[in-house]
């Protein structure tokens, strides 16, 4: 069973910057990729970024292209997200989920967290 902790939420200033940490535990060999994505009140569920963890390569909605930058620590199995220049619009619930595919990390997570509140405030 793979359990993911997601921890470095907070309330912040737009401007400000925040970093999110995803520690997975528990047998991740059958997810390829990790990743975010988050869900405010009355809002779909978005993609923000992901990673493969085997190759490296990255996914970024366009929303956070230049702001947002996902990276891992494979010896640590923890993936991060590195937010700066937040703004009032990426207030959100941030769940770090698993997933075969990034395109199925939305839709189709194999394993996710209980999710990190990031409030950004104007």
């Known amino acids: 069973q793979v359990q993911l902790v997601e921890s470095g939420g907070g309330s912040v200033q737009a401007g400000g910057s925040l970093r999110l940490s995803c520690a997975a535990s528990g047998y991740t060999y059958s997810s390829n990729c990790m990743g975010w994505f988050r869900q405010a009140p009355g809002k779909e569920r978005e993609g923000v970024a992901a990673?493969?963890?085997?190759?490296?390569?990255?996914y970024y909605a366009d929303s956070v292209k230049g702001r947002f930058t996902i990276s891992q620590d494979n010896a640590k199995n923890t993936v991060y997200l590195q937010m700066n220049s937040l703004k009032p619009e990426d207030t959100a619930m941030y769940y770090c989920?698993?997933?075969?595919?990034?395109?199925?990390?939305?839709?189709?997570?194999?394993?996710w967290g209980q999710g990190t509140q990031v409030t950004v405030s104007s």
């Open positions: 990673i493969y963890t085997g190759g490296g390569s990255t």
């Open positions: 989920a698993t997933a075969d595919v990034i395109q199925a990390l939305v839709t189709h997570p194999n394993y």
